[in-house]
């Protein structure tokens, strides 16, 4: 079986001139459908026709056959049918694929699919096409008329195949100088971003954007002892591509569950091992680890397995952090490597308080927030709901979050019975609570900075040692740190504090804490790993 693609690649184009040979993604358009043609399993020869000299150049240079084109086939006029016969006319072949240079994005994978699809079906032609079905008019002697019988959502309408110009199959005796159909015909349908046929510039830049996306995996895990804000920050971090990255998560130390409700693609692995071999098979542009602390022997193999890829590492307080391409620690002040970014620029908050101004203080305290992120391990919510029971609150609102990885839950949502408490489990609007209330009680995590965000005068202790180093949320920006576990008279006379503190002390920390800019982090964290 001979197999015959025939590209053809004039010069002449006067929408995007120098289209053919124009750079995207650093190889000249034409080179797409060459090095599709070259890959494939079944066309056998290949020749481009041209009468530019730059695309004859390109084609010797990538070793396929040329047929310089006659002035008579180079005009705007002609058709591809006249064109294409031109080179199959004196060539030995059972099948003649057009492939235009038009269609960067068409994959070789597609492009066989398609061959086969013709030989075991023995079609004479086959077009490639996309099914794109909609609502539509049409005019029937100068009277605007619908094209549909049944308004119907999109996916219920019958097909609509719409032709593209990244291949035309036909046999080699039905193709002549005004035809390629013969007497059987059907048309293959291809994937939209496998269908772009480059007409403005427009499609330039979308075909470019097509060849140089990244695909991303995320590794994260989160835990009553871990903490949740890796899974926060992950899932925020997650649509910040223009992709669907694959988040994996070790099944043996993270609930699915955790996640909450999201379409991203969760992976489970069963440890290291298996997260290994399977990222070593799809081989990721783009690797961000959000697990806490790294070891030198996990990134060592992380760096065997995706030797090209750029590893990203998020918070990380272990010895990997030497073999990253990028750390960045939003959470901690200090940066120690060329590699490494620290400090509270680099946090990345959730969109929706990108919604939400920072709080007018009010003359004197209403309501107070408490929440200690997705796990409190220290249990600071009890202790919290057992301070403010006491008779001297009753005239204060208190707002209790507990986080999605809680523990014991069922019984702290037993103090909603207290007529100025509200105990609330797992909640989706935190800004919007958090918005209500004059000051809040929080740990030294994510919450700290959305608090801050928001302007909302703040008490903080750390949950564990590590949130010891958090170096943010601290008396200097505008919080009354406590430290690890402080004693319950000390929390309870600092509330009472912040309780009686005046209006204008409440503003002088609402400027300490306005005075960062947390709104803009996430551009920040995406330029440096775009530009890596």
Not at 117 to 124: G, T
Not at 176 to 188: A, E, K, N, Q, Y
Not at 337 to 360: A, R, W
Not at 363 to 376: L, N, Q, R, T
Request: with cysteine; proline share 4%; hydrophobic share 40%.
């Amino acid at each position: 079986m001979k197999i015959l693609a025939v590209i053809p690649a004039r010069a002449g184009s006067k929408g995007i001139p120098n289209k053919n040979i124009r750079l995207i993604n650093n190889h000249p358009l034409v080179y797409y459908a060459i090095n599709n043609a070259k890959k494939s399993k079944y066309i056998t020869d290949i020749i481009v026709s041209t009468d530019s000299s730059e695309v004859e150049i390109i084609a010797k240079q990538m070793n396929v056959m040329v047929k310089k084109r006659s002035k008579e086939l180079s005009g705007d006029n002609i058709t591809l049918d006249s064109v294409v016969f031109d080179v199959a006319k004196d060539f030995d072949s059972d099948y003649i694929i057009s492939m235009q240079p038009t269609s960067p994005t068409l994959t070789v994978a597609t492009l066989d699919s398609a061959i086969e699809y013709a030989l075991s079906h023995e079609v004479d032609t086959l077009i490639s096409v996309i099914n794109n079905p909609h609502l539509a008019w049409i005019e029937v002697d100068g009277i605007k008329k619908p094209a549909y019988k049944e308004r119907l959502n999109r996916q219920y309408l019958p097909p609509y195949y719409v032709e593209t110009g990244a291949f035309f199959i036909s046999r080699k005796n039905v193709v002549t100088p005004s035809s390629r159909f013969g007497g059987h015909c059907d048309v293959f349908e291809i994937p939209e971003t496998e269908a772009i046929d480059i007409d403005t510039f427009e499609d330039l830049k979308y075909a470019e954007a097509i060849l140089n996306k990244q695909t991303v995996a995320i590794y994260v895990n989160g835990n009553t002892q871990r903490g949740m804000g890796h899974i926060y920050r992950a899932l925020e971090l997650a649509d910040e591509f223009y992709t669907k990255p694959d988040i994996y998560f070790d099944s043996n130390q993270t609930d699915i569950h955790v996640f909450g409700n999201t379409t991203h693609n969760l992976i489970p692995v069963d440890g290291i091992g298996e997260l290994l071999n399977i990222i070593h098979q799809k081989q990721y542009h783009i690797f961000i680890n959000d697990i806490l602390s790294t070891s030198i022997d996990y990134m060592i193999a992380l760096r065997k397995n995706l030797p090209n890829a750029k590893i990203i590492n998020f918070e990380d307080d272990g010895e990997g952090v030497y073999k990253a391409d990028l750390v960045i620690n939003a959470l901690f002040q200090e940066s120690y490597l060329p590699h490494m970014v620290s400090g509270e620029k680099y946090y990345i908050s959730s969109k929706l308080y990108m919604f939400y101004e920072p709080i007018v203080v009010k003359d004197h305290i209403e309501k107070v927030f408490i929440s200690f992120g997705g796990a409190d391990p220290q249990n600071y919510s009890e202790r919290l709901l057992s301070i403010i029971t006491k008779e001297k609150y009753q005239n204060i609102q208190f707002i209790v979050v507990l986080g999605r990885a809680k523990e014991n839950v069922e019984e702290l949502l037993t103090y909603n019975s207290y007529s100025n408490i509200e105990v609330l489990h797992d909640i989706q609007n935190m800004p919007e609570i958090m918005s209500q209330c004059d000051i809040g009680i929080t740990s030294r995590g994510r919450t700290g900075y959305e608090l801050a965000l928001l302007g909302i005068p703040s008490i903080a202790m750390a949950q564990n040692h590590r949130e010891e180093k958090h170096g943010f949320v601290c008396n200097d920006n505008g919080f009354n740190y406590l430290g690890l576990n402080p004693a319950d008279q000390t929390i309870e006379a600092t509330l009472d504090m912040f309780i009686s503190m005046s209006k204008d002390e409440r503003l002088r920390y609402q400027k300490l804490l306005l005075n960062h800019d947390l709104r803009n982090g996430r551009k920040r964290v995406m330029n440096l790993i775009n530009n890596l």
